[in-house]
């Protein structure tokens, strides 16, 4: 679903008997824009996501294959999710990410899955993603 399309309440997910909505991005401090930005840099996203000599779909599942190999897909899950009634916390995430790990219900894995397609996709079109750098002088 496009952020276009995307309605108005974000929808929620239930994670290991919790409930959870994707963060949009909307009032996020500088701390989660830099936490979220360094897992993506770590991984090397970006990079993967900016290969204009492979099909957008390749450069997707590139980046899926980098985000499952190099063991932060929990933390990009928990980066990018939070708990309904709270506000991302960044000791929270990583609890939730280590939660997210133990997982053995078919349906939640596959749901997690899904919600990390769909976080591949909102993040390869965002540009505060990119920060934190330093800034140039002019």
Known sequence: MSAATQPETAPLYRLGGRTF???DGKGRTAKHCAYLAGIWREIDAQRILSDVT???TERAERALTRIYRSGYAFLLLSACLVEEGKRWDRGEAERNAARFEQIV???EQSDMWGILGGIVFLLSRASLLLA???ARPS
């Open 54 to 56: 492979i099909s957008e």
């Open 105 to 107: 219900d078919e349906k």
């Open 21 to 23: 909505r994707l963060d």
């Open 132 to 134: 934190p750098t330093a």
